[in-house]
Structure formats: structure tokens, C-alpha cells
């Protein structure tokens, strides 16, 4: 699509948005930056902005006149594509783009793409820093908080670009081709989002819907959803397993990581000579291993990044030892199932803070993978009530509801024993608390200095 001199309406003001109006302004496109929210200040958002050539900023309302102007729609991951405005544009068959797609659209060089309800960011760190250590030109960009429209225009044919790409990403790609794409593992999320299961399932396989069978989809084959999907992917598929061996693919056999390709088995690592701890971060390491075998890394080279690679900051990340008692940071864990993770990665008596915002999520399964673990539960925000009707029908009994998150967080320090370890790790998003959960976790991890002082 030509878009130079085309006036191209990008719909959200955050760093995607940025980051799309500033890669159309360089490419000769009239971006025209729209934000419903009228009270942010515009001076700041033009030096957020930059120099932007032909960049219109709009706030609050976009007239008839300007509607009619635009060629092309880019929305940012926030904004619903079954919202009126979007609709509109639909119906006059107006191009609706995400920041990925744009980006790509500009961008050279192979691309790695990685979703799935949970584990993408430590996968897509672990494989952006194996890339780095054998590849020259390599970006970590998407979902993970560096705009992929950034970056698009420095990449060069051997540029590799491992890209975390979330369901609401992938709603609004069309081209979007990847090498390599995964996805680890499709659990019930964003369901006030997607509506159905079904459609988040479906939204989340369109990262592989360009492939071909020169290409290749990792998936995990103890996950329903991925690997009934390997019988329709068009791409290559690499299975990986943390419950049985598998006659191709990665798989773990006792403690150790095994590769089995072409009627060879290679026994490549004993999961302990890794910094990561818990079984999710095993099969995000499995993973890690069948992407870059795809990006032919050598195997050595693979596994002394994996020994050498330490945890996500907010992902089951151990933050001190205050008085005997350990302290984990998992306010990545913003759903249920990110939340059994967790919990499952304990192996000390727990006090456990949960609850944030409502994503109309179930919490029976979550509850039922304490298996006794957990001696308190603190619960805070919009789901702490709902949680704990869960928790009672479960037998869970040390049940306290917290008004703050620092009210939360004393209740952990009186109740944690030596020997004991407290977790954050809500099961919920952060939304009307904090801005996110990295806000949340660096609380967290504040409050946790603090103890003693």
C-alpha cells in the first residue's frame, strides 16, 4: 500500500501509537494522531512525539471533515477493532492496521514472532539475547514494551527481529509473515475482549497464517489448543512436551532436556543448571531451544545462553530473603492459569497476595494448584470477594481481604514465618490499582526493601 502523502489516522496515544506516528511521518505519510481522552495535554504528547513531518494531533472528537481525509486506520493493542469509530471505517472499506503490521510493512530481514496466553515474555527475552550472541543485527520489539514501528526503518536484510506479539496485536495483522512463530500455550484470558474462547484461539493461530511450509511454528504439545492446531498449521511444526517423549521435537525426560530429531536423540541440559525456576520456565526453555535450532544456532551456543540467562523482572522473580523469609515477584501473573505457575514454582509454606481487576476470569483451577501450600491468602482489588467465595468452596480457611496493596503487604510480613515465602502473584490484571503490572511488582519490590529499615 502506498501511503506516501496519504493521511493515515492513528487511534491511541501511548508508545504504540508514537511509535506508528512516528515511522509514518518518516515515511513520507500525514499521520494525524487521535486520542479520545480531550484532557491530555497536548504539549506533552508533541514532546513525546518528536518531529513528526505532517503530524496532526487530535483530541477528543475527529470531524466529519477529517474522517473523510483518511486512507488508512492504525489502532493501537488497547483499542477494541469492534469499536463505532472502527466500524465505521469498516464499512467504507478503510484499511485497519495494528502497530505490527505497519511495521512490518516497512521492516526487512526474518522475524521471529512469539504469543500465547503465558510465559511469551521470557521466551522472547531468552531467544532475543540467543539471537544476539550469534546474529549481528537482532531487535527484541512488541508486546514486551519496545514499539516493533521503532525500529522498522534501522532493520537490514540480516536483521532478525524476535517480535512478543499479544492476541490483541494479532487481531489486525494481514501480511505479517514470520520465520519462526510460537505458541506456547492458549489458556482462558481476555475473554471480556475476545468474547468466546473460541475467537481468542482463533485470534492467537493467525501468527502462522502466512507461513508456508518453508517456515516454522512452534507449538506445545501439552496444550489442547496448539496441538490439534499442528494438523492445520501451514508451517513446519517443532513440537516441544514437558510430559512425554516425542519422536521429533524437544522434551523433557526426568530432569532432563532431551532433542529428538531425525531417529537421534540428543541429551542436551539437566533443567537444575539453570537459573529458572518452575516447570513453566522449563517448557519456555524448551521452547527457547526449538526456535533458535530453527534460526540454525548452533546448540552449544544455545544452551550457554540458556545456563547464563536469569529470571524476567515480575515473572516468578526472587527479589530478597528478609528474616528468614523468601519474597517472589510474579505480578506478571495476570490470569489464572500465569498464576497456578506460580504458585506450582513454590516450594516453601506460601502466603500469597492475589486479586486486581475483573477479566471475567474462573479461579477454581488456580485455587485447587495450591495443594496445601498456601498457609494465607491476602486478597486486594475489584476480585478479592469473588476470589474468596472461590477460595472457601475449596477448603482454603486463612482468607484476608486488604484495602491497599501496602495494607496487603504488611498482612504478608505479620503472617510469614522463617522458612516461609510470600508471593505476589494475583492472578488478575493490575488495572485500577496501578497503570500495569510492572508498576505493581516494582511496589512490591520496594516495599520488600524496605522491611527492617
Given at each position: 500500500?502506498?501511503?506516501?502523502?496519504?493521511?493515515v489516522?492513528?487511534?491511541?496515544?501511548?508508545?504504540?501509537?508514537?511509535?506508528?506516528?512516528?515511522?509514518?511521518?518518516?515515511?513520507?505519510?500525514?499521520?494525524?494522531?487521535?486520542?479520545?481522552?480531550?484532557?491530555?495535554?497536548?504539549?506533552?504528547?508533541?514532546?513525546?512525539?518528536?518531529?513528526?513531518?505532517?503530524?496532526?494531533?487530535?483530541?477528543?472528537e475527529?470531524?466529519?471533515?477529517?474522517?473523510?481525509?483518511?486512507?488508512?486506520?492504525?489502532?493501537?493493542?488497547?483499542?477494541?477493532?469492534?469499536?463505532?469509530?472502527?466500524?465505521?471505517?469498516?464499512?467504507?472499506?478503510?484499511?485497519?492496521?495494528?502497530?505490527?503490521?505497519?511495521?512490518?510493512?516497512?521492516?526487512?530481514?526474518?522475524?521471529?514472532?512469539?504469543?500465547?496466553?503465558?510465559?511469551?515474555?521470557?521466551?522472547?527475552?531468552?531467544?532475543?539475547?540467543?539471537?544476539?550472541?550469534y546474529?549481528?543485527?537482532?531487535?527484541?520489539?512488541?508486546?514486551?514494551?519496545?514499539?516493533?514501528?521503532?525500529?522498522?526503518?534501522?532493520?537490514?536484510?540480516?536483521?532478525?527481529?524476535?517480535?512478543e506479539?499479544?492476541?490483541?496485536?494479532?487481531?489486525?495483522?494481514?501480511?505479517?509473515?514470520?520465520?519462526?512463530?510460537?505458541?506456547?500455550?492458549?489458556?482462558?484470558?481476555?475473554l471480556?475482549?475476545?468474547?468466546?474462547?473460541?475467537?481468542?484461539?482463533?485470534?492467537?493461530?493467525?501468527?502462522?497464517?502466512?507461513?508456508?511450509?518453508?517456515?516454522?511454528?512452534?507449538?506445545?504439545?501439552?496444550?489442547?489448543?496448539?496441538?490439534?492446531?499442528?494438523?492445520?498449521?501451514?508451517?513446519?511444526?517443532?513440537?516441544?512436551?514437558?510430559?512425554r517423549?516425542?519422536?521429533?521435537?524437544?522434551?523433557?525426560?526426568?530432569?532432563?532436556?532431551?532433542?529428538?530429531?531425525?531417529?537421534?536423540?540428543?541429551?542436551?541440559?539437566?533443567?537444575?543448571?539453570?537459573?529458572?525456576?518452575?516447570?513453566?520456565?522449563v517448557?519456555?526453555?524448551?521452547?527457547?531451544?526449538?526456535?533458535?535450532?530453527?534460526?540454525?544456532v548452533?546448540?552449544?551456543?544455545?544452551?550457554?545462553t540458556?545456563r547464563?540467562?536469569?529470571?524476567?523482572?515480575?515473572?516468578?522473580?526472587?527479589?530478597?530473603?528478609?528474616?528468614?523469609?523468601?519474597?517472589?515477584?510474579?505480578?506478571?501473573?495476570?490470569?489464572?492459569?500465569?498464576?497456578?505457575?506460580?504458585?506450582?514454582?513454590?516450594?516453601?509454606?506460601?502466603?500469597?497476595?492475589?486479586?486486581?481487576?475483573?477479566?471475567?476470569?474462573?479461579?477454581?483451577e488456580?485455587?485447587?494448584?495450591?495443594?496445601?501450600?498456601?498457609?494465607a491468602f491476602?486478597?486486594?482489588?475489584?476480585?478479592?470477594?469473588?476470589?474468596?467465595?472461590?477460595?472457601?468452596?475449596?477448603?482454603?480457611?486463612?482468607?484476608?481481604?486488604?484495602d491497599?496493596?501496602?495494607?496487603?503487604?504488611?498482612?504478608?510480613?505479620k503472617?510469614?514465618?522463617?522458612?516461609?515465602?510470600?508471593?505476589?502473584?494475583?492472578?488478575?490484571?493490575?488495572?485500577?490499582?496501578?497503570?500495569?503490572?510492572?508498576?505493581?511488582?516494582?511496589?512490591?519490590?520496594e516495599?520488600?526493601?524496605?522491611?527492617?529499615?
Amino acid at each position: 500500500m502506498e501511503l506516501k502523502g496519504q493521511k493515515v489516522l492513528v487511534v491511541g496515544s501511548g508508545k504504540s501509537g508514537i511509535g506508528a506516528a512516528r515511522l509514518l511521518g518518516k515515511a513520507g505519510a500525514l499521520p494525524v494522531l487521535f486520542d479520545s481522552n480531550e484532557k491530555l495535554d497536548m504539549t506533552e504528547l508533541r514532546e513525546k512525539t518528536g518531529d513528526v513531518p505532517g503530524l496532526e494531533i487530535v483530541l477528543g472528537e475527529l470531524d466529519e471533515e477529517k474522517k473523510k481525509e483518511i486512507g488508512l486506520v492504525v489502532i493501537s493493542p488497547g483499542v477494541p477493532i469492534d469499536a463505532p469509530m472502527l466500524e465505521e471505517y469498516r464499512s467504507k472499506n478503510i484499511p485497519i492496521w495494528g502497530e505490527i503490521e505497519l511495521a512490518y510493512a516497512f521492516a526487512q530481514g526474518n522475524v521471529i514472532a512469539i504469543t500465547g496466553t503465558n510465559g511469551k515474555t521470557t521466551t522472547t527475552t531468552l531467544v532475543g539475547q540467543i539471537m544476539k550472541a550469534y546474529f549481528d543485527s537482532v531487535y527484541v520489539v512488541g508486546n514486551i514494551g519496545n514499539p516493533y514501528t521503532d525500529i522498522a526503518l534501522q532493520t537490514k536484510p540480516e536483521t532478525v527481529t524476535v517480535a512478543e506479539i499479544s492476541s490483541f496485536q494479532l487481531e489486525t495483522v494481514h501480511t505479517f509473515h514470520p520465520r519462526v512463530s510460537a505458541i506456547l500455550n492458549i489458556t482462558p484470558d481476555h475473554l471480556n475482549r475476545h468474547h468466546t474462547m473460541e475467537c481468542y484461539v482463533a485470534t492467537k493461530e493467525k501468527v502462522a497464517q502466512n507461513q508456508t511450509a518453508e517456515d516454522t511454528c512452534v507449538l506445545n504439545y501439552e496444550d489442547a489448543y496448539t496441538r490439534e492446531f499442528g494438523n492445520r498449521c501451514p508451517a513446519k511444526v517443532i513440537f516441544f512436551s514437558s510430559r512425554r517423549k516425542l519422536e521429533e521435537g524437544v522434551y523433557l525426560d526426568g530432569e532432563e532436556i532431551v532433542l529428538s530429531e531425525g531417529g537421534k536423540e540428543l541429551r542436551l541440559m539437566n533443567i537444575h543448571d539453570m537459573n529458572l525456576v518452575g516447570m513453566c520456565n522449563v517448557e519456555n526453555v524448551m521452547a527457547a531451544i526449538a526456535i533458535s535450532r530453527a534460526m540454525n544456532v548452533p546448540m552449544e551456543m544455545i544452551l550457554n545462553t540458556i545456563r547464563e540467562f536469569k529470571a524476567v523482572e515480575h515473572r516468578i522473580e526472587f527479589v530478597a530473603t528478609k528474616n528468614g523469609v523468601d519474597y517472589y515477584n510474579d505480578s506478571k501473573g495476570t490470569n489464572p492459569d500465569a498464576a497456578i505457575q506460580g504458585i506450582r514454582a513454590m516450594s516453601k509454606p506460601t502466603v500469597l497476595i492475589g486479586g486486581g481487576y475483573d477479566k471475567q476470569s474462573e479461579y477454581d483451577e488456580w485455587i485447587e494448584a495450591f495443594e496445601g501450600k498456601v498457609k494465607a491468602f491476602v486478597l486486594i482489588g475489584q476480585t478479592r470477594e469473588k476470589i474468596a467465595e472461590c477460595a472457601r468452596k475449596h477448603g482454603i480457611s486463612n482468607i484476608i481481604l486488604a484495602d491497599t496493596f501496602e495494607e496487603a503487604f504488611a498482612i504478608c510480613v505479620k503472617q510469614a514465618q522463617p522458612g516461609d515465602a510470600v508471593l505476589l502473584s494475583p492472578a488478575c490484571a493490575s488495572w485500577g490499582m496501578f497503570p500495569n503490572y510492572e508498576v505493581r511488582g516494582k511496589m512490591f519490590k520496594e516495599l520488600v526493601g524496605k522491611i527492617g529499615v
